[in-house]
């Protein structure tokens, strides 16, 4: 059974850090895309970060560029979104899932869609004061 689980979120203050992990089973993270995704009350949820284990590249959303950064740990099978510089914008539910779309084609497309990911966490929640 595929599942994934998100840890890490919390309460900081602006200006701050958070690590977040997403921990999966059931499957090996090197055939996959695993992203990061957030929604933040009364809107959609907005593609963050995503990484091909396979190859290694990498996606972010203009947002977050410069900010965080994701990386993966095959040994571990997790992924991690490194979260410093963190804005009251940023606060939201983050949850990761998985995709066979390469982050490649986030990079051409400029957005990861959540049509292209089939497996979701539950979501940790990160809320930054201001």
């Known amino acids: 059974e595929v599942q994934l689980v998100e840890s890490g979120g919390g309460l900081v203050q602006a200006g701050g850090s958070l690590r977040l992990s997403c921990i999966a089973s059931g499957f090996t993270l090197d055939a996959y895309t695993i992203g990061w995704f957030r929604q933040a009350p009364g809107k959609g949820r907005e593609g963050v970060s995503c990484i091909s284990t396979s190859d290694g590249s990498t996606f972010s959303a203009d947002s977050v560029k410069g900010r965080f950064t994701i990386s993966s740990d095959s040994a571990k099978n997790a992924v991690y979104l490194q979260m410093n510089s963190l804005e009251p914008e940023d606060t939201g539910v983050y949850y990761c899932?998985?995709?066979?779309?390469?982050?490649?084609?986030?990079?051409?497309?400029?957005?990861?869609?959540?049509?292209?990911?089939?497996?979701w966490g539950q979501g940790t929640q990160v809320t930054v004061s201001s």
């Open positions: 899932a998985t995709s066979l779309v390469s982050s490649t084609t986030a990079q051409e497309f400029g957005q990861m869609r959540t049509t292209w990911y089939d497996y």
